[in-house]
T-cell receptor
Framework: GDSVTQMEGPVTLSEEAFLTINCTYTATGYPSLFWYVQYPGEGLQLLLKATKADDKGSNKGFEATYRKETTSFHLEKGSVQVSDSAVYFCALTSGYSTLTFGKGTMLLVSP | GAVVSQHPSWVICKSGTSVKIECRSLDFQATTMFWYRQFPKQSLMLMATSNEGSKATYEQGVEKDKFLINHASLTLSTLTVTSAHPEDSSFYIC?????????????FGPGTRLTVL
């Protein structure tokens, strides 16, 4: 079945540091890939997505590229802010609506 | 657009009572909604898929008599936790599925924190 593997956290960075959160997946067919962000005590917000190979999703300075050859969708940001502190979930959907989530990676950014 | 609300945002109840959580799509119609449960510092666990006008589809290991789901309209799904016990304390999140010509996406509610004493 489908699965998503994310790097375990927490990831602790200083403000303005470069961020990478790794995500790899296994899926049948050609899944769509997503990054969601969850701030403390809140639900999930879609951060970015990519629906086919080599697509790059981007939003709020974050970006991720759909790499079919390495089955990866790593999240990056060039300069993180304290307000980026949250839990980030990588997810995929294979054709229908059901999402498969990774375990989440907590990001802590200090001033 | 594509806003999903949940009510209540938090609830505290006594053991043995039932609690109803509402999930509403505010500006679109959703034939399919999903209910998730999230334990502290863990990922979302899909509990069930709710389809308007039909019975919900429950994931393996989820007690359908314990977690009653009703999707009576295209904008409302409810989750009722019956005879709640402390182990049912959790963060419950719903999502509504919206599909179009070039996209399909789940939109998530803000979650409901249930605490059973």
């Amino acid at each position: 079945g489908d699965s998503v593997t994310q790097m375990e956290g927490p990831v602790t960075l200083s403000e303005e540091a470069f961020l990478t959160i790794n995500c790899t997946y296994t899926a049948t067919g050609y899944p769509s890939l997503f990054w969601y962000v969850q701030y403390p005590g809140e639900g999930l917000q879609l951060l970015l997505k990519a629906t086919k190979a080599d697509d790059k999703g981007s939003n709020k300075g974050f970006e991720a590229t759909y790499r079919k050859e390495t089955t990866s969708f790593h999240l990056e940001k060039g300069s993180v802010q304290v307000s980026d502190s949250a839990v980030y979930f990588c997810a995929l959907t294979s054709g229908y609506s059901t999402l498969t989530f990774g375990k989440g990676t907590m990001l802590l950014v200090s001033p | 657009g594509a806003v999903v609300s949940q009510h209540p945002s938090w609830v505290i109840c006594k053991s043995g009572t039932s609690v109803k959580i509402e999930c509403r799509s505010l500006d679109f119609q959703a034939t399919t909604m999903f209910w998730y449960r999230q334990f502290p510092k863990q990922s979302l666990m899909l509990m069930a898929t709710s389809n308007e006008g039909s019975k919900a589809t429950y994931e393996q290991g989820v007690e359908k008599d314990k977690f009653l789901i009703n999707h009576a309209s295209l904008t409302l799904s409810t989750l009722t936790v019956t005879s709640a016990h402390p182990e049912d304390s959790s963060f419950y999140i719903c999502s509504a599925y919206l599909a179009g010509e070039s996209y399909n996406e789940q939109f998530f509610g803000p979650g409901t924190r249930l605490t059973v004493l």
